[in-house]
């Protein structure tokens, strides 16, 4: 049984930085492309980053430059490093691991940025 489970989400000032956790378990991690998703109240759910198998990073625009995904392959974890946090970056914040056609998602984190 797959399983991602996010943590990490917290209340945090503007400007202020976090770092989410995603542990997964029950699949061959290393072979799946991780993201970090996140959908605020009202919104879409959207894309925040990506990370392939082999590390390779991607950002949506709005989120280069102040976010960063990383990746452990011998610990299954996806990290996602928030710097620069503005209110709008309130959210929940979700885990993603994607191979063809496989899908799994996360419960998700709380992310409010506020003051």
């Known amino acids: 049984q797959v399983q991602l489970v996010e943590s990490g989400g917290a209340l945090v000032q503007p400007g202020g930085s976090l770092r989410l956790s995603c542990a997964a378990s029950g699949l061959p991690f290393a072979q799946y492309t991780m993201g970090w998703f996140r959908q605020a109240p009202g919104k879409q759910r959207e894309l925040v980053a990506a990370i392939t198998s082999i590390g390779k990073p991607a950002y949506a625009a709005s989120m280069e430059g102040r976010f960063t995904i990383s990746r452990d392959n011998a610990k299954n974890l996806v990290y996602l490093q928030m710097n620069s946090l503005k209110p709008e970056d309130t959210a929940v914040y979700y885990c993603?691991?994607?191979?063809?056609?496989?899908?799994?998602w996360g419960k998700g984190t709380l992310v409010t940025v506020s003051s």
């Open positions: 993603n691991a994607r191979l063809y056609d496989d899908d799994y």
